[in-house]
């Protein structure tokens, strides 16, 4: 999982090629390897946008108009969640709970934290990336 | 004469802005020709004043928050640097607010006072008082106090933590593990990472009296990687731990040896179940196991491992600095102690609530919380996280214990609350339980995952109006199969939350079709 880590940090997502590279290097099988890729949501298998939202879908977030917060976000960048924008420029994808509950609705953007958010702040967000 | 200020690096505080408020102090420092000595302390859980700044003066600290970036010009004007009080944002001694003096911090005693990664000021606020008195304790003497103590695991299930330490003890091995389980993956919980990040030794010295306790030389922390911060914080305290000697190969003079390593999530719920975890921890698949064997006798690569969450973990050194005594003097019936509980959702003063157990959820909730942020009626109030039981008004004075939870047809968890205004749609979170089990689900069970996925479709239809009565009939059985049915508590515990949206709120599940809360 450490390897896994370094290249979806590294490239943004784990290319499929790195598979058999990683499976003979560990003395795995390509099944095992691809198994594992798989499993765990943080690991993309295709690359990102330039830029991550990640927001938060969670019950705390829900209470604090978490759903009003995604709807909003979906509309303005004309995505799904787990979808990147037509100029490729952001990937937005759910994430459930970062933590911030108390301090909800929460995100992360390019893995910086962000709580207490708006419609109205996430637009000045996202004016910001290119 | 420099000034000593205080600013949270706690990720809540960060992402309400701490960041900023610290460049925008600094600037205007720089302009005054004032230097500063800025400590990044963690956060006092005060949650709702965050980003919280605190100044060192001659009365003790001053509190100033929530701070924003265009507060700091009027700060400096109101003399904030030493103590000023004539500002709207004052606070005055954090330790005055009602809100931190009327709780019992045992386990979140340093937490937001000390600097997070100085090993020098951990120990000059009590810490590695407990491991000092255990290194000279035999492995049964420290396993005895835990159990005295009356601690349970923190985690979630609740089990006694001096049981599972023993069954370790009691068994010959090459090699045992302790592991800490941080992958709090609940909503509304925040513990776990508040600790990490505020107060990392405690954490390290609770796993290192754990390994004293059973003979382990090795442990690990698994790491959710939505805590970025919480794992910076625990890297830069094991180095420091370990160039102490509080961390090698003679902790603390005890003659023994214990090592510690971090290991980095990946965004799976269910790797917070204790088997499944070891499982991602040795880099597979995070499958969960069939138990027995248990963890405790089959646990890391096979071999004898004790698994706690972290609220487990740091209760200890308390424990044994103090005696068991004094802990267990805490709390009522079977449930000894101090809770960590984490107030969140639609609250006004959301944060961090260390009580003995026995307080009820009413007392938290409007006596610490004030009631709720958009100043609505409360409506429902989910307790434990995504598996637990949501409840309405009339169960709100249920104390938080174990038992009494359980009775209540809850569970206490991991000690996350959260609270729902009137706009809360109940249809929608019994849906949403059961959208999560279908994400989360590791698909070993097909009740978990076939059931989690049906039960969304089900309840689409009663939203609809489609042939409710029978519906709802499908939606009882669907609950019934997936608690008899699963491997783990995901499948067995997503109905928790669904029946007592039904239960307590029928309403909801009879609205015209097409209705939308005003939530939505
Ligand atoms: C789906 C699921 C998720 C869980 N998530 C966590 C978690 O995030 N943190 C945790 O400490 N325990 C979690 N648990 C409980 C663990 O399986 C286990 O009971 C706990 O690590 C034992 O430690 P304790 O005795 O100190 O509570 C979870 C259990 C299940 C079934
Ligand atoms: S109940 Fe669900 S998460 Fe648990 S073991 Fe079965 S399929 Fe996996
Ligand atoms: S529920 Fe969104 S941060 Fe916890
Ligand atoms: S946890 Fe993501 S696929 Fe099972």
Same mark, same amino acid.
């Given at each position: 999982?450490?390897?896994?880590?370094?290249?979806?940090?590294?490239?943004?997502?784990?290319?499929?090629?790195?598979?058999?590279?990683?499976?003979?290097?560990?003395?795995?099988?390509?099944?095992?390897?691809?198994?594992?890729?798989?499993?765990?949501?943080?690991?993309?298998?295709?690359?990102?946008?330039?830029?991550?939202?990640?927001?938060?879908?969670?019950?705390?977030?829900?209470?604090?108009?978490?759903?009003?917060?995604?709807?909003?976000?979906?509309?303005?960048?004309?995505?799904?969640?787990?979808?990147?924008?037509?100029?490729?420029?952001?990937?937005?994808?759910?994430?459930?709970?970062?933590?911030?509950?108390?301090?909800?609705?929460?995100?992360?953007?390019?893995?910086?934290?962000?709580?207490?958010?708006?419609?109205?702040?996430?637009?000045?967000?996202?004016?910001?990336?290119? | 004469?420099?000034?000593?200020?205080?600013?949270?690096?706690?990720?809540?505080?960060?992402?309400?802005?701490?960041?900023?408020?610290?460049?925008?102090?600094?600037?205007?420092?720089?302009?005054?020709?004032?230097?500063?000595?800025?400590?990044?302390?963690?956060?006092?859980?005060?949650?709702?004043?965050?980003?919280?700044?605190?100044?060192?003066?001659?009365?003790?600290?001053?509190?100033?928050?929530?701070?924003?970036?265009?507060?700091?010009?009027?700060?400096?004007?109101? @003399?904030?640097?030493?103590?000023?009080?004539?500002?709207?944002?004052?606070?005055?001694?954090?330790? @005055?607010?009602?809100?931190?003096?009327?709780?019992?911090?045992?386990?979140?005693?340093?937490?937001?006072?000390?600097?997070?990664?100085?090993?020098?000021?951990?120990?000059?606020?009590?810490?590695?008082?407990?491991?000092?008195?255990?290194?000279?304790?035999?492995?049964?003497?420290?396993?005895?106090?835990?159990?005295?103590?009356?601690?349970?695991?923190?985690?979630?299930?609740?089990?006694?933590?001096?049981?599972?330490?023993?069954?370790?003890?009691?068994? @010959?091995?090459?090699?045992?593990?302790?592991?800490?389980?941080?992958?709090?993956?609940?909503?509304?919980?925040?513990?776990?990472?508040?600790?990490?990040?505020?107060?990392?030794?405690?954490?390290?010295?609770?796993?290192?009296?754990?390994?004293?306790?059973?003979?382990?030389?090795?442990?690990?922390?698994?790491?959710?990687?939505?805590?970025?911060?919480?794992?910076?914080?625990?890297?830069?305290?094991?180095?420091?731990?370990?160039?102490?000697?509080?961390?090698?190969?003679?902790?603390?003079?005890?003659?023994?040896?214990?090592?510690?390593?971090?290991?980095?999530?990946?965004?799976?719920?269910?790797?917070?179940?204790?088997?499944?975890?070891?499982?991602?921890?040795?880099?597979?698949?995070?499958?969960?196991?069939?138990?027995?064997?248990?963890?405790?006798?089959?646990?890391?690569?096979?071999?004898?491992?004790?698994?706690?969450?972290?609220?487990?973990?740091?209760?200890?050194?308390?424990?044994?600095?103090?005696?068991?005594?004094?802990?267990?003097?805490?709390?009522?019936?079977?449930?000894?102690?101090?809770?960590?509980?984490?107030?969140?959702?639609?609250?006004?003063?959301?944060?961090?609530?260390?009580?003995?157990?026995?307080?009820?959820?009413?007392?938290?909730?409007?006596?610490?919380?004030?009631?709720?942020?958009?100043?609505?009626?409360?409506?429902?109030?989910?307790?434990?996280?995504?598996?637990?039981?949501?409840?309405?008004?009339?169960?709100?004075?249920?104390?938080?214990?174990?038992?009494?939870?359980?009775?209540?047809?809850?569970?206490?968890?991991?000690?996350?609350?959260?609270?729902?205004?009137?706009?809360?749609?109940?249809?929608?979170?019994?849906?949403?339980?059961?959208?999560?089990?279908?994400?989360?689900?590791?698909?070993?069970?097909?009740?978990?995952?076939?059931?989690?996925?049906?039960?969304?479709?089900?309840?689409?239809?009663?939203?609809?109006?489609?042939?409710?009565?029978?519906?709802?009939?499908?939606?009882?059985?669907?609950? @019934?199969?997936?608690?008899?049915?699963?491997?783990?508590?995901?499948?067995?515990?997503?109905?928790?939350?669904?029946?007592?949206?039904?239960?307590?709120?029928?309403?909801?599940?009879?609205?015209?079709?097409?209705?939308?809360?005003?939530?939505?």
């Amino acid at each position: 999982m450490p390897i896994l880590h370094a290249l979806n940090d590294e490239f943004g997502y784990v290319d499929a090629s790195a598979v058999p590279v990683i499976a003979d290097e560990l003395n795995l099988s390509r099944a095992e390897v691809h198994g594992v890729l798989t499993f765990y949501h943080d690991f993309r298998k295709e690359p990102a946008g330039r830029h991550v939202v990640k927001v938060c879908r969670a019950e705390a977030c829900q209470s604090m108009a978490g759903r009003d917060l995604e709807e909003h976000i979906k509309r303005h960048l004309k995505v799904e969640l787990g979808e990147t924008t037509a100029d490729k420029r952001i990937t937005v994808e759910a994430v459930y709970c970062l933590g911030l509950c108390a301090c909800a609705p929460s995100m992360m953007v390019d893995g910086k934290l962000h709580a207490r958010m708006t419609p109205a702040k996430f637009d000045k967000i996202a004016k910001e990336l290119r | 004469m420099t000034a000593t200020l205080y600013i949270p690096c706690d990720s809540a505080a960060i992402a309400c802005g701490a960041e900023e408020v610290l460049l925008a102090i600094q600037a205007e420092a720089l302009a005054r020709k004032i230097e500063l000595k800025i400590i990044r302390n963690g956060s006092r859980g005060m949650l709702w004043l965050e980003p919280m700044i605190e100044v060192a003066t001659p009365e003790g600290r001053i509190a100033y928050g929530p701070v924003a970036p265009e507060d700091v010009a009027t700060l400096f004007a109101a @003399d904030f640097l030493n103590g000023g009080k004539n500002h709207p944002l004052c606070i005055g001694r954090p330790e @005055d607010v009602p809100y931190l003096k009327n709780q019992e911090r045992l386990t979140f005693a340093r937490c937001g006072i000390t600097d997070p990664t100085d090993i020098e000021d951990y120990i000059a606020h009590d810490g590695y008082r407990g491991l000092k008195a255990a290194a000279h304790m035999s492995g049964e003497a420290i396993v005895t106090a835990v159990t005295e103590s009356g601690l349970r695991g923190r985690g979630g299930a609740g089990f006694p933590t001096g049981i599972k330490w023993k069954t370790v003890l009691g068994l @010959d091995a090459q090699q045992k593990y302790i592991v800490c389980n941080a992958d709090e993956g609940d909503s509304g919980t925040f513990a776990d990472r508040m600790i990490m990040e505020g107060d990392p030794f405690l954490l390290i010295e609770g796993m290192t009296i754990a390994g004293l306790a059973v003979g382990a030389t090795k442990g690990f922390v698994y790491i959710r990687s939505e805590y970025p911060i919480a794992y910076a914080q625990m890297e830069k305290a094991i180095v420091a731990a370990n160039r102490a000697g509080y961390l090698g190969p003679n902790v603390a003079g005890s003659g023994k040896a214990f090592d510690l390593e971090l290991r980095l999530g990946a965004g799976a719920y269910i790797c917070g179940e204790e088997t499944s975890l070891l499982e991602s921890l040795e880099g597979k698949r995070g499958m969960v196991r069939a138990k027995p064997p248990l963890p405790a006798i089959k646990g890391l690569f096979g071999q004898p491992t004790v698994i706690n969450n972290v609220l487990s973990f740091v209760a200890v050194p308390t424990i044994l600095d103090k005696g068991a005594t004094f802990y267990k003097d805490f709390g009522m019936g079977r449930s000894r102690g101090t809770m960590p509980l984490q107030l969140a959702g639609n609250v006004k003063h959301g944060g961090l609530i260390e009580k003995a157990f026995g307080i009820t959820l009413r007392q938290v909730i409007e006596d610490f919380g004030g009631g709720t942020a958009s100043g609505k009626p409360i409506r429902a109030v989910q307790v434990g996280g995504p598996l637990g039981a949501y409840f309405p008004q009339s169960l709100l004075d249920t104390p938080l214990d174990y038992e009494a939870m359980a009775a209540a047809k809850g569970m206490l968890g991991h000690g996350g609350i959260v609270v729902f205004d009137d706009s809360v749609d109940m249809a929608m979170q019994a849906r949403f339980a059961m959208e999560f089990c279908a994400v989360e689900s590791c698909g070993k069970c097909t009740p978990c995952r076939i059931g989690s996925t049906r039960g969304v479709e089900v309840i689409d239809r009663i939203r609809e109006g489609q042939n409710r009565q029978k519906n709802m009939e499908l939606l009882a059985d669907l609950c @019934d199969t997936m608690l008899d049915g699963s491997l783990c508590a995901l499948g067995g515990l997503t109905p928790f939350p669904v029946q007592s949206a039904v239960r307590h709120f029928p309403e909801d599940f009879n609205r015209p079709a097409g209705h939308r809360a005003a939530a939505e």
